[in-house]
């Protein structure tokens, strides 16, 4: 739960109550100091009654020691808890992931470091139980000029996994794969060149082959752009393009034929009506398809989501209303079959001139899944990704600055 109010100019981060009873889950407090979103000095999370226990449970405690920010865990009945926390200090001038201790061991889990070598920024684990640990870690150099990227060595090994390397090469933008085991490995390369004025998508050679896999092109026809796919195996393939052309000064969205035959799957077209966005859905087999559409108005000065029908009927799934209140932006489910619906909703306010997300109630009960909050520090934006459940449980998913 994250709920956030204004308290002698800190913001504290209180849980509604559900069932009568004070859940308080996942607090975090902030205040702002110089304009920026900082985390108050000494400042702890203290949990509080519920069923006349102390329940401490997935709390980060976010505290200021040496002029370093620690996390810290809260007493569980009795013993200190220290999971998946992630304190950073500054050490030489480089921002370094360190775990707290856990049963008087040093435990650390899915730590990332970042430092800048010779100007460049790169990851470094830390290690756990004396061992060097290199894991999903993206190291981005900068070679003649060129981003890089390469992988830290794992037991005196080189790992090239999912890494991604961006060079430009002639003006255009290309990305190349760094090499496995002496072999040249090409997997998920998304290449974007310029051709004739026009972003094109190629595919690098694998195994010398040819390969084109969820590849995207865009190219600019008659003023409009369309996506084309690229010929794999000497064959045309054209899945999940998505084609964007100017009519009538609106945008509309068009599938690419395949087989000789109209596609139209996951397609989605924008249009403006009456001064405002909506979004229809094409045909398909001469019938018109309304799937994952969300359409956008604007209502009384206010952006509203609305579905479009399908089968003479309105439907209304998975929409996002957002509307503007006392200046805050906040988010409201759109009716269905009479009744309100509030799923996966994510409420947007200014505090304190920070953006902050609140979820909004469904049946009465306070919901707050899937929360997404941004918030400055230091001039910078951070994003806070949470995962909640309802059922007792509580994840805390990642940290992303």
Known sequence: MVCTEQVDDNMQ????????????????????????????????GIPYHRKVKQVYRAMVCTEQVDGNMQDEANLRKGKQVYRTMVCTDQVDGNMQGVANPRKNKQVYRTMVCTKQVDGNMQSVTTPRKGKQVYRPMVYTEEVDGNMQGVATPRKGKQVYRTMVCTE?????????????????????????E???????????????????????CTEQVDGNMQGEATPRNNKQVYRIM??????????????????????YRIMVCTEQVDGNMQDLANTRNNKQVYRRMVC???????????????????????????????????GVATPRKGK?????????????????????????????RTMVCTEQVDGNR????YTQLLMDKVILRAYFY
Do not use: H, L, S, W
């Not at 509030?342 to 707050?368: F, H, L, S």
């Not at 951070?382 to 990704?385: D, E, I």
């Open 242 to 263: 998505v084609c964007t052309e100017q009519v009538d000064g609106n945008m509309q969205g068009e599938a690419t034929p395949r087989n000789n035959k109209q596609v």
């Open 13 to 44: 981060g209180e849980a509604n109550p559900r069932n009568n009873k004070q859940v308080y889950r996942i607090m975090i407090r902030t205040k702002q100091v110089d304009d920026n979103m900082q985390v108050d000095d000494n400042f702890q």
């Open 382 to 385: 951070k994003t806070f990704f």
């Open 340 to 368: 309100q619906v509030y799923r996966p909703m994510v409420c947007t306010e200014e505090v304190d001139g920070n953006m902050q997300g609140i979820a909004t109630p469904r049946k009465g009960k306070q919901v707050y």
């Open 194 to 216: 310029e051709a004739d004025g026009n972003m094109q998508g190629v595919a690098t050679p694998r195994k010398g082959k040819q390969v084109y896999r969820t590849m995207v």
């Open 168 to 192: 430009q090469v002639d003006g255009n933008m290309q990305g190349e794969a760094t090499p496995r085991n002496n072999k040249q490995v090409y997997r998920i390369m998304v290449y974007t």
């Open 296 to 330: 956008t108005e604007q209502v009384d000065g206010k952006m509203q989501g609305v579905a479009t029908p399908r089968k003479g009927k309105q439907v209304y799934r998975t929409m996002v209303c957002t509307e503007q209140v006392d200046g805050n932006m906040q």
